[in-house]
Structures are given as C-alpha cells and as structure tokens.
C-alpha cells in the first residue's frame, strides 16, 4: 500500500523524523506554533497507524506491509521493514502514547521548547523503527539511535540529579548493547560460512545454527542487552533513577513503550534464533524475572516518592510480563502481549497523573497530599481507575493479562507462578495505600486546598486512556484475535525444539 | 604529447599544483609584505589546492596503467588524498580569522600548511620506503614549524618537543631502511614484502630493520607506548594546527603504514600490532577520562582512535581503515574547529567553559554532539559504521580478543565524550563574553557536521571505492 508513491509503512516510521527537522527550523519565538506544530505530526502519524491497522489483515501469516531497499548491498545490508500484529501492536502503542506525552508537555516545559518537541518526535521515529525493522543491521541502528533523544529528555528536562541518571542511563544501555552487536556480527559470520550469503535479514538468522561457546556467548549477549531494557532485577537500577529525573512525557514514553522494547527483543530476536538455549535457560530467566516481582514490589511499598513507587511497580509488572514470555505457553504468551499493551495504557496514565499533580504542587512526596479528593474530584477518579486497572481489578484491562499470564505459565512454572501472584497482593497494598494517603481523610496542608481540577487539556489526554482500559477489560477478544496467528507461529519455534528433546 | 607523458603528468598534477600553491602564497607574501594583504595569499592557497582536487579526477585515465613513477594510484588513494585536500582547505578557511594576529605570519603560515599537505599526499600514495621517508620528513618538518608559529612560550615548547622526539623516530626510520635495503635489496613495498613472505622468518637483520621502521611509524601515528608528546604538542600548538595534525597526519601517517604493512603476512607482527593496538585502545581512552581540557581530551581520543584504526592491519582488507580516517578525520577536525572558535587563550578550552554553551551557540553545540556522538561511535553517525566495518572485518579474520577490547574500551570512552555534551546541553552557566563566531568557522563546522552525519548512510558508494 501507498501513499504518494511511497510505502505506507515508511511513511509512518519517518514521519516523526520530517517533524524533527521541522521542529528544528522553526525560531524558538514561536513557542504556540512549535507546540501545535509537533502535535500535529505526531497525530498524522498516529492516523498513519490506524490506516495501517485497518488494512492489516490478522489472518494471514508472516509479515506485512514489507519495504525492502537495497543499503549497503556488498555487506547484506538491507533496509527491510514490515509489521506482524506483535510490532503493529506495540508501534501503535508508541503512536498514541506519543501525542499524548506531547499534549501533557504543554504547560510544564517552559525552556528549549523547540529541541524538546523535537527530540520527542525524533524518540518516535527510532522506537517504531525498532519495531518494524527485519534487518538486524537497521534494528540495532534504531534500537542505539534512541538513546540520543532519550538521553537528551532526561539530561536537559528532567529534575535535579538528571545528569547522574541520564549517564547511567545511556552507558548502561549502550554497554550493554555492544555486546549484542558483536554477537550480531558472530550470527552474519556463522551464517555466511554455512550458506555463503551474506545477509543480516531476520529470516535469515533464524536459519543459522551454530553451537558450543559461541552460541552462548551470543545468547547471553542478547539476553543481557535486553535485559538491561526490560529491566530484569540486578540490571535494573537505572529505571529509578531515570525514570523519578525524567520530565513526565519521557517518563511516559520510557514506562509505556521503551521498556517492551525488551520483551519484544526475547520475543522477536533472542527466542527464534536460540530456542534450545531460550529453552534451557527460561527457568533462570524466570526466577530473576519472579525475584524482580517480589523486590519491586516491596521497594514500591516503602518508596515516599510517588514516582518512583511507580517506577518499582513498573518492574514488577515487566518480570510478570517476562515471565508469560518465558513460559512458552501460549495462553501466557498471549497474555504477556497484551499485558504489554495493558501496562503501557496503565503505567503510562499513572506518570502522566503525577505529571498533573506535580505540575499544580511540585511535589511528589505522598506525605505532602491528603485529602485531596475533595478539590479535584476528576483527577481522583482517573487516579483510581488507572490504580485498579494497575492492580488488575476484574473488569479492567490489567486482569486479563495478568489471568491469562498466571493461568499460563502455572503448567510450566507452578511454584514461580504462585509466587509471582504475591506481586499482585503486593500491588494492591501500595497501590491503595497510595490512594488512601493522597485522596482521602483530611486535607492536611493549606497548600492542597485550592488546587485546580483537571482542564480540557488534561481531559483530552486521558479519556483515550481511560477509553482503553474498560474496552480491554471488558471485551479483550479483539485484541487477543489480533495476536493469535502470531502466537502460532511463535509456538511453532519453540515446540520443535520441545519435541527434539523429549 | 605521447601518452606515457600524458600519463606522468596527470598523475603527478596534483602534487605540482600544491607545490606550486606552496611557493606562490610565500612569494606572494614577500612581495605585497602588507599584513592586510592576508585574503590574496590565502585565496591563492585555496584556488591551488582545489584545482589540485580537480585534477585528482584525470587519474581515472591512470588507473592500472601507470607510468614507471613510485607513486600509486588508484579510486581510493584519490578519495584519500581528495580528503587530505578538502580537510587543508577547510584549514584555510576556518583560520583565516586567527591570521590576523600580527603574530601569526600568513605567508609562512600557508606556505607551510601547503608543503605538509604535500607531503601527506606523497606519503598516502608512495610505493616505497624511501619515497615515503622523504614525504614523512616533509610533512614533519612542516608541522614543527607550524606548532611553534605563534612564537609564544607554550607553542615554541611544544614544537621543540616535537622536533627532538620526532627527530629521534626519524632516526629509528632511515636505520630501519637501511637495514631492510640491505637485507632485501629492495626499497619497494612490493619487493620487501615478497621478500618477507619467503624468508623473512630467518632473516633477522630484516626483521630488526621492519620493527624500527615500525616504531617510527609508531611514534609518528602516537600509538602507545609512544605517544607522550601527542598530549603536550596538542595542547601547546596552536589549535588550527592541532585540528590539521588529528586529522590529516594521522591519515598520512596510517594510509603509508598499511600499504607497506598489510601485504605482509608474518604472523609475529600481527601479534605485535594487536597488542599495540589493544594497550592504545584500553589506556588512552582511561587516561582521557580525568583531563579536564578539551584539546588534551581530544588528544587522548586521537591516541585511542589510532589504536582502532591499527586493528585494520590484522586483516587483509583496506577499505575498513579507510573508511574509518575518513569518518574518524571529519569528526577530530569539526571538534577541534570549535575548541579553535570557542577558545579565548590559544592553550585550549577547559569543559566547564563550555558549560551552557547551548543557549548561546545551539548550532554549533548540535554539531560538536555530533562530531563526540560519531567519535564515540553512536549509531546512526558515520563514526558507528567505521567501528562497525572495522569490527566486522577483524572478527572475520579471527581476531575476537582485541575486538572485545575495541567494544570495551568504546564503552570507556563514552564516559568523557558525554562529559562535554553534559556540559554543553545540561548545565547552566557560561558567561556573556563568548567569542563571535565568523562565518567561515560556522561553514567549516556545518560542512564536517553534515559529513559526519551523513557519511555512514551513503556508506556502499564509498566503499565500493575505497575496495580499488
């Protein structure tokens, strides 16, 4: 499909970036106009997507909406894009999150408009490259180029000690990375000596076998970088940090959509091209994945910064999330998709619920609120819903991931999985002890008595939210229809090696 | 004219040009000897070494066809050279505000400037050890002089320095080559490495020979352990000069290395080469991390980049090291341009000067980002896809280990390039006296930017010329 000779699909990953020099060659005076100016690129991308999504056809199997060019062709180099329902899901996600995050910018970011607009738009282009990108070249291209936004976002935007974390973010992600690379280079090596293509296409290294310490040393290179991006408990310590600095917009964007970003990597890259060592390996992975849950979740519960309670619950819902994926069961898998989805809706309406309040207080100390549901009624009712959708409250979107996932992975990890539901009772405590100590009892400081609700701003950014809460929670077949060709075809990677080793 | 004429002419009339350059813009300054009359000999620099770029292109007809000369040529050498050319113009243009200080003499200035670039040129392209030696000492003569033309107390300093341990290297060199003539009989690359490949093993006067040659070179290009002038003479020399010694010595320097080196296949040198290369990378990017003035940081840099490129001489392909000059060399000059825009004293600029740089100069801040981003090796600039073919091509020879090193010490450097950017976007300050920013210094940054930015995407043309 094409729009003015060009593939749809490139259309929606360089849209964004036309927007990024655009932004650029607008005087700083103008700050109504840049404002505007990003929304509106950020909205014609998101209408792009949903183009895309109508005419996305669910049944069939493999990619669509494929883009092949030749790059560097002497190396198999080529720039190849195309979205199954996992990336479109996840590309989506980041296209609605996007104008959002801009939308909720508005007011709190007084300096350096411009670049800020910018370097978000310039985040959107590199994170949807990322997920539609099937030459393992291009993805690690996109997969570092986003650093440079990010690191910008929270080096220039963000509170106090930004600078500490926006360096132990980049080096932290970069490092780890490195190493992924050069087991990249290994895989295009192995798989020239045995076939003598050179090629960095994905279909083609899910076709190379190699074995012994090599194949380890890239399995961990692989599982470790996206490791770091999930992240998994001892590689998680820049998330705090990065995300109590962030301003709310990469706060949200860094929740909502970059932290699958790691999922997606085990589920795209490191489970198809090593599934016996995935397999061999997955208990581990799921043990660190069930310790974050539990860690998380109790360094949420004595956190007094609002933000960073939800940055710790956020870990603990990506080890849920990287426990469904390690289960290789497909109710889990399933459910670990749309987990995905469900924590970028949630987690990332809870940032930009903070963003409000701090906005009109600039304080995220719990202790500084009390009371306040009596002046912004609104705001509590949207904090509420957004903590019981976090929770997994029945009938909210968070419940039927989580369901689906426990159910899941039960048969494969059944001591893992019961411990991993104490996440869920952990969650409820802190989530609502949150709610008790914010909205309820007396208003304790003077400061909280006149605080404005909501304004129309705010109310446009959160329906959608809110919109996408109740739909998944109340009726998830659609969106669960969507993944299911995909999750046969990524049971079909796993299964074969099951029965090689029974 | 008869063709071989023909031939001879066209090969050697880029060189003639900028000898030619050389002499005119002396004479020309001789003969109007008024200090304002600066821009003519300066235009007449320049209009000699683009016409030399210009007539790089009739080598096309000389290619595999060459005239008895001791001189290559071939679409790289011609890419090479044309970015020796295109980085002393760019020299030119971006210090042409400095040279009004009457302490700065133009006319030796670019006189200077031209014969170094000559001898660059020379040393990219030679064919043998003696032509190369003649050139390395022109180029280095020319560069001495050239650190200490301001006549200041650190710059004198510096050039002495340079002189004496150059000098010493140099002796290392003719040595060296006497010692190799004397056991092969021949001064060519080719002959030599022939001869290394039948019986190099046994013959230990040419093996004594080839290692000297190889520790002057070594110390020319300031690979460790030899490299404890780089960070003084960088400092100490004046900055336009610094900018023209990280990027086109290191090209002439490396390009003259690996055409007498890469042919040769004795295994104990590749040994040595990759622990030289693997200390360079690892060290001087940990002794970058505490300097607190830019030009000694990117001194260092310049030090462990060296070391990256000495990787390319484990393996049996050119293309890689010269696609990494070509990226490493746009961005070391583009980053020290702006030490040379931004300075007040010529010792350098300290970080924290640059602190709040953004608010007053946001070009120029975007493009040493760029230029630090590329150093560093971030994807997608053009220095990430140097790192990556020089990788890709070591780990294909077999060499894993000293590629471990290359991405640990790449995470290392990462620490101190982002140190500026912090500076520059993330704290406040800088005070209202900034330097004014001459058009001239801005082109020469928005050129190297767009160069560094770019390069990578448009790599498969480039690299189907550098394969030839």
């Known amino acids: 499909m094409t729009i003015f000779g060009f593939d749809v699909i490139n259309i929606f990953i360089f849209l964004p970036l036309i927007g990024f020099f655009v932004m650029l060659s607008i005087p700083k005076e103008r700050e109504d106009f840049i404002k505007w100016t990003a929304l509106f690129f950020s909205v014609l991308t998101l209408a792009v997507g949903i183009v ?17 060019m030749a790059w560097i062709p002497s190396l198999g180099i080529n720039y190849i894009v195309g979205f199954d329902s996992l990336s479109l899901a996840l590309s989506m996600l980041m296209a609605l999150i ?82 992924m690379l050069a087991a990249i280079v290994i895989l295009f090596i192995s798989f020239k000596q045995q076939t003598g293509i050179s090629s960095f296409a994905l279909e083609d290294f899910y076709k190379v076998s190699i074995l012994g310490k090599t194949a380890l040393f890239c399995f961990f290179a692989f599982l470790i970088a996206f490791a770091v991006k999930v992240p ?46 995935s397999l061999r390996f997955a208990p581990y992975v799921s043990i660190f994945a069930v310790a974050g849950v539990v860690y998380a979740s109790l360094s949420a519960w004595v956190q007094k910064d609002l933000k960073k309670m939800i940055a710790y619950s956020s870990v603990a819902h990506m080890g849920l999330i990287v426990l469904g994926v390690m289960s290789f069961d497909k109710t889990a898998v399933s459910g670990a998709i749309l987990q995905m989805v469900n924590h970028g809706v949630s987690t990332g309406a809870l940032f930009l619920l903070v963003g409000i309040i701090y906005e009109r207080r600039h304080t995220r100390l719990l202790s500084e609120y009390g009371g306040i549901f ?78 404005n609700d909501l304004n129309i701003r705010e109310w446009i950014y959160m329906i959608p939210l809110a919109a996408m809460m109740f739909l998944i929670g109340i009726y998830p077949q659609p969106f669960l229809k969507e993944f299911n060709k995909y999750i046969d075809n990524y049971a079909s990677y796993i299964s074969t090696e099951v029965n090689n080793e029974q | 004219m008869n063709n071989e ?90 210090s042409s505000s400095r040279i009004k200080e009457p302490s700065v003499k133009a006319g030796e200035y670019y006189f200077l400037l031209l014969s170094a670039t000559l001898g660059a040129m020379f040393m990219v392209s030679a064919k043998d050890v003696l032509t190369a030696f003649i050139s390395l000492e022109l180029l280095s003569m020319s560069i001495y002089s050239l650190s200490g033309i301001t006549g200041r107390d650190a710059a004198a300093e510096a050039s002495l320095k340079y002189f004496l341990l150059g000098s010493f290297a140099s002796i290392f060199m003719a040595m060296g080559i006497a010692l190799v003539y004397g056991s092969a009989g021949s001064l060519s690359y ?99 991390l505490p300097q607190k003035n830019i030009k000694r940081m990117l001194a260092y840099s310049s030090v462990s980049h060296a070391g990256y490129l000495i990787l390319g001489f484990l393996i049996f392909e050119r293309w890689p090291v010269f696609f990494y000059l070509l990226t490493y060399s746009m961005a070391v000059f583009g980053a020290f341009t702006i030490v040379v825009l931004l300075e007040k004293k010529e010792t350098g600029l300290e ?63 990462l620490y101190y390039y982002l140190g500026v950017i912090v500076a520059m976007f993330m704290k406040e300050g800088g005070d209202e006296t900034q330097n004014k920013i001459s058009v001239n210094g801005n082109f020469t940054v928005l050129v190297m930017a767009a160069t560094t930015l770019l390069l990578g995407f448009f790599s498969q043309p480039l690299i189907d010329i550098l394969k030839h």
């Open chain 2, 351 to 413: 970080i924290k000067e640059l602190n709040g740089l953004f608010s007053n100069h946001p070009v120029l801040s975007f493009a040493m980002a760029i230029f630090l981003f590329s150093l560093a090796g971030v994807p997608p600039l053009s220095g990430f896809f140097g790192k990556f073919y020089l990788f890709y091509a070591a780990i294909k020879a077999g060499w894993i280990w000293p590629v471990i090193i290359a991405v640990i010490s790449s995470g290392i450097s």
């Open chain 1, 232 to 277: 998994i408990l001892p590689l998680h310590t820049w998330l705090p940090d990065a995300h109590v600095e962030a301003p709310t917009a990469a706060s949200v964007i860094l929740a909502g959509v970059l932290l699958k970003m790691g999922v997606y990597g085990y589920m795209r890259f490191m489970i198809p091209i090593f599934p016996d060592l």
């Open chain 1, 52 to 68: 895309i999504c109508v005419f996305y056809e669910p049944y069939i199997n493999g990619f669509q909406y494929i883009s092949k």
């Open chain 2, 5 to 94: 004429a023909f031939m001879f002419f066209s090969v050697l009339s880029p060189y003639i040009l900028v000898a030619l350059g050389a002499g005119v813009s002396l004479i020309s300054w001789l003969y109007f000897k008024d200090r304002a009359n600066y821009k003519v000999t300066s235009y007449g620099a320049l209009i000699f070494l683009i016409s030399a770029i210009a007539f790089l292109f009739s080598w096309s007809a000389a290619y595999g066809n060459l005239p008895s000369l001791s001189l290559n040529a071939s679409p790289a050498i011609s890419l090479i050279l044309a970015t020796i050319l295109i980085l002393a113009i760019f020299s030119i243009i971006s």
């Open chain 2, 190 to 288: 080719e002959k030599i490495n022939q001869f290394i490949t039948i019986n190099g093993g046994a013959d230990k006067i040419l093996l004594t020979g080839i290692l000297m040659l190889l520790i002057g070179f070594l110390f020319k290009i300031a690979l460790m352990p030899f490299h404890f002038w780089t960070p003084d003479v960088y400092e100490g020399a004046p900055t336009q000069v610094t900018a023209f010694m990280a990027s086109v010595v290191k090209i002439a320097g490396i390009a003259a290395m690996l055409n007498l080196f890469i042919t040769s296949n004795d295994l104990r040198l590749t040994y040595i080469t990759a622990f030289f290369a693997s200390i360079t990378m690892l060290f001087a990017n940990m002794m970058a």
């Open chain 1, 374 to 451: 009596k002046v912004m009624p609104y705001f509590a009712f949207f904090f509420i819903l957004t903590s019981l959708s976090s929770i997994g409250l029945p009938g909210l979107n968070g419940f039927i991931g989580e369901f689906l996932i426990f159910v899941g992975s039960f048969r494969t990890y059944p001591i893992l999985t019961v411990i991993a539901v104490s996440g869920v009772v952990l969650s409820a405590i802190y989530m609502l002890s949150a709610v008790e100590k914010m909205f309820y009892g007396p208003i304790t400081k003077k400061e909280n008595e006149n605080l």
């Open chain 1, 98 to 179: 996007t104008p959002i995050s801009i939308l909720s910018s508005f007011n709190y970011i007084k300096k350096g408009q411009k670049y800020y607009y910018a370097w978000i738009l310039l985040l959107e282009t590199s994170v949807i490259g990322v997920f539609a990108s099937l030459d393992m070249f291009l993805f690690y291209i996109f997969w570092e180029a986003m650093l440079i936004p990010m690191y910008f976002l929270i080096g220039v935007w963000g509170g106090e000690r930004r600078i500490y974390s926006t360096l132990k973010f980049f080096i932290y992600t970069m490092a780890a990375s490195l190493f």
